[in-house]
C-alpha cells in the first residue's frame, strides 16, 4: 500500500511511519522540510515538498496529521493565524490536489482533537455528542472536520480521528511535564478536578492502523483510552511513576494572566470515551492509566 502522509515528521507520523514501514507499506511524507524525512522518519521514507511531486503514483491512503502544535505559545493574532492555515489551509490545498487526480485513494484519515467538543465539564462525551461549549480550539477542530468531510463528495472514505493527550516519553504533553515533577515541583492544575481524556503512544497508532484497514470505518473517532482522569488524579500517579511527590498546584489565575485563553484548554477538559471504536471492535492494550505511565516512565 502507498500511503501519502502529512504531519509525518511529527510524534505521531514519525511512529506511523516506523509501524508501516515494518509492515512493508510504502510511505510518502508531505514536509516542509524534505531533506530531514529519511533521517526524521525512516531511510525508506520518501519527502516532498509539493503535492504535485508525487504525480501520476497510485495512492492508496491519505493521512492528514499536518498542524502547528496549539498549546506551545498564547493564541495572539498571528499565532491563531498560523493554527488555522497549517491545519484548515493545508487541508484544502490537500482537497484541491485529490480532486484534480485521476486516481484517488480509497480513504482520507484526517486529524482532529478532543476539544472539538469544547469544554465539557462533566458530560461524558461520545461521536454522537455535540460540542459543549465552544471555543477557539472547538471552532478549529470544527472547521478542519468541515474541510476534510469534503473529500466525501470525490468518493473518498473520511475518518477524522479526534485525539486526547497523547502519552509518549519521546515527545509530546508528557515529555513537557517530566522536569518538573522530577524535580518534585509537579501537581494539579487549577481545582484539578477537569477531566483528561488521554491515550497511550501505541494505542494511538494501532488505532490509526485499525481504523486505516476496517473499510467500514469512518465519520468521528475519540482516540482516548476508555477511562479518563480527572487531573488531580493524573498528577497523582505521574508523581507516583517517576517517584516524586505532586502535591504543588498551579493556580488558574496565574494561568489565565500567562496563557490568556490559551490557558483554557489546561483549566477545561473533556470527559470523552472512545465508543465509536469499541463498537467498531477495537482493543486497547493501555486501558488504565497506571499501567500507561509505569510503561513510558522506565524511559522518561
Known amino acids: 500500500m502507498h500511503i501519502l502522509l502529512t504531519g509525518g515528521t511529527g510524534l505521531i507520523g514519525r511512529k506511523l511511519c516506523q509501524h508501516w514501514v515494518g509492515q512493508g507499506h510504502r510511505?510518502?511524507?508531505?514536509?516542509?522540510?524534505?531533506?530531514?524525512?529519511?533521517?526524521?522518519?525512516?531511510?525508506?521514507?520518501?519527502?516532498?515538498?509539493q503535492l504535485e511531486e508525487v504525480g501520476d503514483e497510485t495512492v492508496d491512503a491519505v493521512v492528514n496529521l499536518a498542524g502547528a502544535p496549539i498549546a506551545d505559545r498564547p493564541w495572539t493574532a498571528r499565532r491563531r493565524a498560523l493554527l488555522w492555515s497549517s491545519r484548515i489551509t493545508l487541508t484544502e490545498g490537500l482537497l484541491a490536489w485529490l480532486e484534480s487526480r485521476t486516481q484517488r485513494p480509497e480513504v482520507l484519515i484526517s486529524g482532529s482533537a478532543v476539544g472539538w467538543y469544547g469544554d465539557g465539564g462533566e458530560r461524558e462525551l461520545s461521536e454522537t455528542s455535540q460540542p459543549v461549549k465552544e471555543d477557539f480550539a472547538s471552532h478549529l477542530c470544527i472547521a478542519w472536520e468541515e474541510t476534510a468531510l469534503r473529500a466525501e463528495a470525490l468518493g473518498i472514505r473520511v475518518v477524522l480521528v479526534r485525539t486526547g493527550l497523547v502519552l509518549a516519553s519521546q515527545g509530546g504533553f508528557l515529555k513537557r511535564l517530566?522536569?518538573?515533577?522530577?524535580?518534585?515541583?509537579?501537581?494539579?492544575?487549577?481545582?484539578?478536578?477537569?477531566?483528561?481524556?488521554?491515550?497511550?503512544?501505541?494505542?494511538?497508532?494501532?488505532?490509526?492502523?485499525?481504523?486505516?484497514?476496517?473499510?467500514?470505518?469512518?465519520?468521528?473517532?475519540?482516540?482516548?483510552?476508555?477511562?479518563?482522569?480527572?487531573?488531580?488524579?493524573?498528577?497523582?500517579?505521574?508523581?507516583?511513576?517517576?517517584?516524586?511527590?505532586?502535591?504543588?498546584?498551579?493556580?488558574?489565575?496565574?494561568?489565565?494572566?500567562?496563557?490568556?485563553?490559551?490557558?483554557?484548554?489546561?483549566?477545561?477538559?473533556?470527559?470523552?470515551?472512545?465508543?465509536?471504536?469499541q463498537a467498531a471492535g477495537f482493543n486497547f492494550r493501555y486501558r488504565e492509566l497506571s499501567a500507561a505511565l509505569t510503561e513510558l516512565s522506565r524511559r522518561l
Not at 32 to 46: D, E
Not at 200 to 220: E, K, S, V
Request: proline fraction near 9%; glycine fraction near 12%.
Open 27 to 49: 510511505l510518502t511524507v508531505l514536509s516542509r522540510q524534505p531533506g530531514q524525512v529519511k533521517q526524521l522518519c525512516g531511510a525508506s521514507v520518501r519527502g516532498v515538498a
Open 178 to 277: 517530566t522536569l518538573p515533577f522530577k524535580l518534585g515541583l509537579g501537581g494539579p492544575i487549577g481545582s484539578g478536578r477537569q477531566w483528561m481524556p488521554w491515550v497511550h503512544i501505541d494505542d494511538q497508532i494501532a488505532l490509526i492502523d485499525f481504523l486505516l484497514h476496517q473499510t467500514q470505518c469512518r465519520g468521528p473517532y475519540n482516540a482516548c483510552a476508555p477511562e479518563p482522569v480527572r487531573n488531580r488524579e493524573f498528577a497523582r500517579q505521574l508523581g507516583h511513576a517517576l517517584h516524586r511527590p505532586a502535591f504543588l498546584p498551579l493556580p488558574s489565575l496565574l494561568l489565565k494572566a500567562g496563557l490568556g485563553e490559551l490557558s483554557g484548554l489546561l483549566l477545561g477538559g473533556q470527559r470523552a470515551r472512545p465508543v465509536a471504536l
